[in-house]
């Protein structure tokens, strides 16, 4: 699996595109910063583009501690 994290307009076929806003085409809307909703060691790679800014600061490290969970090590 390829993860789009707060795809935005920027939908990518083949990849798994996620969004918290609901006026996007997105395959799953989702709040990044209460965790992501993957398997262990499921997604080959991951794209956050203007995405780290949006995560509250009391959440960051829990946010980089769940995609390095999900990521294939």
Same mark, same amino acid.
């Given at each position: 699996?390829?993860?789009?994290?707060?795809?935005?307009?920027?939908?990518? @076929?083949?990849?798994?595109?996620?969004?918290?806003?609901? @006026?996007?085409?997105?395959?799953?809307?989702?709040?990044?910063?209460?965790?992501?909703?993957?398997?262990?060691?499921?997604?080959?790679?991951?794209?956050?583009?203007?995405?780290?800014?949006?995560?509250?600061?009391?959440r960051?490290?829990?946010?980089?501690? @769940?995609?390095?969970?999900?990521?294939?090590?």
């Amino acid at each position: 699996m390829k993860l789009n994290l707060g795809c935005g307009r920027d939908y990518r @076929e083949g990849w798994l595109n996620a969004d918290v806003n609901p @006026e996007v085409k997105a395959d799953v809307y989702l709040d990044m910063a209460e965790g992501l909703p993957f398997c262990d060691n499921s997604a080959a790679c991951a794209v956050l583009d203007n995405v780290l800014e949006h995560v509250p600061r009391d959440r960051y490290f829990h946010f980089i501690e @769940e995609l390095y969970r999900v990521c294939v090590a």
